[in-house]
């Protein structure tokens, strides 16, 4: 692998996150941005990078599992003739296009042919940063460049049930398996594919004796993609069971607060911040 182009965060000496624009990884795994290493302030990483079950999931990023039937996700896509997922010659590109100011970045996303189907404006912000915890907000404008229809899609949509991930996407450690979720409208992995502002993941670390909480809280109403085993993933998604069109021209508005915290945080604790805190708007 070749090298990469990066913005690297610090607070109080710990790399809190590296943010990756310019990757170097193959076509088959959807080269775009993505959050990695994240770690909390007593520098514990959150995030895991490449595992061997899924190369494609990459730490925090931005996805689209199926647009108009081009994969912006990586991996195989999911047929539903088939009913299963099959490799194809679709694995689309999000190119960095520059930082026109800090903490804003223009993307055009490209299909593995070559066409521009989407501009994209992407901005991040490290916001209150706290005793045991500090806050990543991130938005993004995508306006359809097509000239048609664009459909946001998933698995669900197209045949396969409860495999509706779509949009922002994380993958925690392997230390974070069978770890503890914590919503607003529910607890544990029965949260997949239910509605919640607002869902909560919380694992331990190996070989250091302290656990970490992320709690995901989503702008715009979604429905989630939760997973405990056989690893940590959790999804706001865009399209879990129902198909987004975004007309030519058109632009979608997404917004999110991504909380990094220190220890398991009760459902008071997770309350109490959602309350007392701005949450980010699209």
């Not at 190119?95 to 970045?105: K, L, Q, S, T, Y």
């Not at 970490?212 to 997973?227: G, M």
Request: hydrophobic share 35%.
């Amino acid at each position: 692998m070749g090298s990469v182009k990066k913005l690297v965060v610090e607070e109080r000496g710990v790399e809190i996150l590296h943010y990756v624009y310019e990757p170097d990884m193959p076509i088959y795994e959807s080269p775009k941005p993505y959050l990695h290493p994240m770690r909390t302030l007593a520098g514990d990483v959150v995030t895991a990078y490449r595992p061997h079950d899924h190369l494609w999931h990459k730490g925090l990023q931005m996805t689209v599992s199926n647009l108009s039937g081009q994969n912006f996700w990586g991996g195989g896509t999911y047929v539903r003739e088939e009913e299963t997922y099959v490799d194809l010659p679709n694995n689309g590109t999000m190119r960095h296009e520059g930082f026109p100011e800090p903490g804003v970045e223009r993307l055009t996303w490209h299909t593995q042919a070559g066409d521009h189907w989407v501009d994209e404006v992407r901005t991040l912000e490290i916001r209150d940063v706290e005793d045991d915890s500090w806050a990543l907000d991130l938005t993004t404008a995508m306006t359809n460049t097509r000239g048609e229809d664009l459909v946001f899609g998933s698995p669900t949509t197209n045949g396969r049930p409860m495999a509706g991930y779509c949009g922002l996407f994380w993958r925690g450690p392997r230390s974070f398996e069978h770890g503890e979720v914590i919503a607003e409208t529910g607890d544990g992995p029965e949260m997949m594919g239910r509605q919640a502002r607002w869902l909560a993941y919380a694992g331990g670390h190996d070989e250091v004796d302290r656990s970490s909480t992320l709690l995901f809280i989503s702008a715009q109403p979604a429905k989630w993609f939760v997973r405990t085993t056989p690893f940590a993933a959790v999804n706001p998604s865009i399209a879990f069971d129902e198909e987004v069109r975004l007309a030519p021209g058109d632009t979608l508005s997404l917004a999110y607060r991504v909380v990094v915290a220190d220890g398991r945080w009760s459902r008071d604790r997770l309350e109490s911040y959602v309350n007392d805190h701005r949450l980010p708007r699209p």
